[in-house]
């Protein structure tokens, strides 16, 4: 740890549901470490972050800030079921959010992937569609771009791969229950951690 105050640091995560879900586990793990924020309600697709972040961003003043978006940008909406995000703006979206949270804010940044959706369980209960194959398109869109604005990544989308997204998927095929959740958040925890010892 650095020689910064614990009760003086402060996270910031940016993100959907998933991140709603996950984000009492990383506050509790890190209650020595800091102070854990969430933006208020579902960050929802990239262009909303760009339309609220001056709002969610407040003081500015992070230690560090993860975000994420992805799983609304491939929403699927009916009847022509087109992406809501196409992928090409959505790669331009992530790096004006780069660009503006580093004009706003001196926060270490951590991208988040996004996780998978198991596409038959989701299509069985949404009236729109995702797919994994978008999941995956739009996380190697959001790499190369994080990887040029050297943007570390906490690849969530691997972790729950590795632990099987069967296993911790609901039967929404996109959230996940006690189980998932705490798996996740243990995952952020440690990265919001690790990245407060960087020194870039």
Excluded at 86 to 100: C, G, I, K, T
Excluded at 146 to 151: G, H, Y
Aim: no cysteine; charged share 25%.
């Amino acid at each position: 740890m650095n020689e910064k105050s614990k009760a003086a640091r402060r996270a910031l995560i940016i993100g959907d549901s998933i991140s709603i879900g996950y984000m009492p586990i990383v506050a509790e793990l890190l209650s020595d470490w800091g102070t854990v924020e969430h933006n208020p309600g579902n960050a929802l697709y990239s262009a909303n972050i760009l339309t609220h972040l001056d709002e969610w961003l407040g003081d500015g003043k992070r230690d560090v800030i993860q975000f994420n978006a992805g799983l609304h940008d491939i929403r699927r909406m009916p009847p022509q079921f087109e992406l809501l995000e196409p992928l090409e703006s959505y790669a331009a979206n992530l790096s004006a959010l780069v660009h503006r949270l580093r004009a706003a804010t001196d926060a270490r940044l951590i991208w988040a992937s996004t996780t998978p959706v198991i596409d038959e369980r989701h299509q069985a209960l949404k009236e729109w569609k995702r797919f994994q194959r978008d999941v995956e398109a739009y996380n190697a869109a959001a790499q190369r771009v994080m990887n040029e604005m050297k943007v570390p990544i906490n690849d969530l989308h691997g972790v729950v791969q590795k632990h099987g997204a069967a296993e911790l998927l609901l039967p929404d095929g996109v959230h996940y229950g006690q189980e998932g959740s705490r798996i996740l958040g243990e995952a952020v925890a440690s990265g919001i951690v690790n990245r407060t010892n960087y020194t870039n």
